[in-house]
């Protein structure tokens, strides 16, 4: 089978012909069609990622055919039930273990899913990692409720976006921060209220001004200096939850703001087979289609993660294999 395997760490991908995979205990192969690309994979790629062992195909998201059904995969393994955090057993697929940037995937058959009937193969294969963190930082973590005021900070990433989906289609005003003007328009061309450039110095002080207050729910995966502007915004008792940390270290976040306002900060992770199956329903329900950057050939992987490196993206990058 045709394959994208990092040999080693910091090197472009290489695109490489390998033995196909054997079923072995609850592992099952899954043809890939097609396969979604994380800043994870990116992470790995450049050496900044625990636990990284080559030679490994990386790739997390898949669309694929198994018994001749269509399906996709839940990318988080070993994590059953919704619980505060995952059993120490918890992996994703793509590290330690082989991943979907090839034509065929070994995944434990539990997780496995039907396609969301709406959803092209790209689309279905740029849902599952991106679905699943934005449902369960929105809804198992922060509590989402309807009609709350929400901010969702760098809404060019595919997680960002995924959130943008959620909070809109469960009934919230939504306000979003980016590098890009263009990417902000286009939020608001999907729902978003308006946003501000993270780029400015006093980007809440706009924000707050254009929005007219401040946000119950915040959710960033940026972490680092502007971090603590996050709890200005905050609205007394709000839900700032954050599942990444492009950005580094957060520093110069003044504690009283935190206490005085009772804020909840709210790590979260991926999320359990129960959160995938909950945001699979959330996405049928609500026939929400994932928003696609741009699609490379499985051949062209190493372009497809420039792009990734170039923060030019708005939404998924997607590697078609088919
Ligand atoms: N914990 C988990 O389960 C989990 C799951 C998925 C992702 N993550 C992490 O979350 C992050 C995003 O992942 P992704 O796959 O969605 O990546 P992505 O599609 O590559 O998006 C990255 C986004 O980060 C935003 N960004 C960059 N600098 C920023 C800043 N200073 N302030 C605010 N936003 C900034 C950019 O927004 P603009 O383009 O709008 O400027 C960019 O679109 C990564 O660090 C990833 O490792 C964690």
Redesign the pocket.
Known sequence: MKALQLQEIGKPLEYVDLSPPSETGIYVSVQVLAAGL???DL?IQQGQYAGIQTPIILGSDAMGIYKDKKVILNPSMNWTNQSLSPPKTFKILGLPNNGTFAESVLVPARNIFPKPGHLSTVEAAALP??GL?AYRVLFSRCKLGKNSRVLI????????LMALQFALSYGNEVWV????PQ?IKKAVGLGAQGGVL?TDDDWDKQLLAKAGGGFDVIV???A?K?FKKLIKVANPGARVGL?????GKIDGVIPQAVFWKQLTICG???GSTVEFRKMLSFVNKHQIVPVIDKVFTLKEGNKAFQR?KS?K?FGKIVLKIE
């Open positions: 994380n800043h994870r992470w990692l991106a963190t900070t760098g809404i060019g990433g595919g997680v960002a921060t980016s590098g890009s990417k993270y960033d995966s940026a680092g502007g599942y990444g940390g492009t950005t979260s992770t991926m990734m923060g993206q």
